[in-house]
């Protein structure tokens, strides 16, 4: 995974954005982990390295990783914003009691798509899904 991370700072470089220290650790942390952190888990993780760095400086740094196309910002409902630096197609499962999120891949749901725009005439640009449930260690915590 550190030649992952090391292939995203060069296209970073590429594009003129300098590469503090702070920016490569974020980005480490996201690619590294690859759970799917929140603003501030992210910035309670790394605090400790950087007790300079502020919340804002994680927001402006994923708001630069999503818009380079290294992150996707996932949204659920009220809650905070979690970043998935997993950027190839999948979807997610969610738990209902504790909000832990698991990435899967599912290819046959591109056939909807296809179906989709066959059916409708609209030029299909993506979708999203997510199923909801209760994880194995919520579940074994009930019993």
Do not use: W
Not at 34 to 42: C, N
Not at 52 to 61: G, W
């Amino acid at each position: 995974m550190a030649a992952h991370v090391q292939h995203a700072l060069e296209l970073l470089k590429k594009t003129g954005v300098r590469i503090t220290p702070q920016r490569h650790a974020i980005l480490n942390y996201l690619m590294e982990s690859m759970g799917h952190p929140t603003a501030d888990e992210i910035y309670r993780a790394l605090e400790s390295k950087f007790p300079s760095m502020s919340v804002a400086t994680v927001y402006n740094n994923l708001k630069m990783f999503i818009e380079a196309g290294m992150v996707h910002e996932l949204t659920y409902g009220d809650n905070a914003s979690r970043y998935d630096a997993n950027v190839s197609e999948h979807y997610h499962i969610i738990c209902e009691k504790c909000g832990k999120i698991e990435d899967f891949s599912y290819p046959y749901l591109a056939d909807v798509e296809g179906h989709a725009a066959l059916e409708t005439g609209f030029e299909v640009r993506g979708h999203r899904m997510e199923l909801y449930g209760v994880c194995k260690d919520c579940n074994n915590k009930q019993t």
